[in-house]
């Protein structure tokens, strides 16, 4: 059974600090990483996608994966109040099944 | 405009009846996929296909009926033998099926009345 983990939260960050978010997964042949936000009542909005290790930045999101450790992170600079929302973790392990998601962190931005 | 439709938004089932939850798009995705979210949780798999005419269950396929007649189309029906159908409802499609992202529709909100 694949499984993604991710601290539920909520976690609090004051504007325009940077909110760290994490996750890991069991699935050692796991080869995409995805986050996703998720405004309340809404579907789910891809942010960022990495495929290999190291760090892969854009805007104010840089997302970072370690496959040895099966971890990957997303980082957000400059948190402003329109970044609060639920941050899904999505892996895509070793068959062609689709995506396999954490429950996800609930991330607010205190103005 | 390209993307992914679900209709309807919202949706009232009686207890004991079928019903049908519909997923088009016009993105040109190989594959398409439904998940179900309940409050609090991830999203977990019910159904997923990654060509025409040819489907696979999930995680939690029980009580869930598919179709993939056409690449555009992957309707979703929840049957009288799903215990729990209320919750949220998401499709998604991706373009290779196997290492991409994929992208969702709006979702469609199930409620047993």
């Known amino acids: 059974q694949k499984e993604v983990e991710q601290n539920s939260g909520p976690l609090s960050v004051p504007e325009g600090a940077i909110a760290s978010l994490n996750c890991t997964y069991s699935d050692r042949v796991s080869q995409s990483f995805f986050w996703y936000r998720q405004y309340s009542g809404k579907s789910p909005e891809l942010i960022m996608s990495?495929?290999?290790?190291g760090d892969k930045e854009d805007g104010r999101f840089t997302a970072q994966l370690n496959k040895a450790s099966q971890y990957v992170s997303l980082l957000i600079r400059d948190s402003q109040p329109s970044d609060s929302a639920t941050y899904l973790c999505?892996?895509?392990?070793?068959?062609?099944?689709?995506?396999?998601f954490g429950k996800g962190t609930h991330l607010i931005i205190q103005p | 405009d390209g993307g992914i439709t679900q209709s309807p938004k919202y949706l009232f089932r009686k207890e004991g009846q079928n019903v049908t939850l519909s997923c088009e798009q016009n993105l040109n995705h190989d594959a398409m996929y439904w998940y179900r979210q309940d409050p609090g949780q991830g999203l977990r798999l019910i159904y997923y296909?990654?060509?025409?005419?040819?489907?696979q269950k999930g995680d939690i396929a029980e009580g869930y009926s598919v179709s993939r007649e056409k690449k555009e189309s992957f309707p979703l029906t929840v049957t009288s033998a799903q215990k729990n159908p209320t919750a949220f409802y998401l499709c998604?499609?991706?373009?290779?099926?196997?290492?991409?992202?994929?992208?969702f529709g709006q979702g469609t909100r199930l409620t047993v009345v």
């Open positions: 998604a499609s991706s373009i290779q099926g196997a290492l991409t992202e994929a992208f």
């Open positions: 999505a892996v895509i392990g070793g068959g062609a099944d689709g995506l396999t």
């Open positions: 296909s990654q060509i025409v005419n040819d489907f």
């Open positions: 990495i495929y290999s290790n």
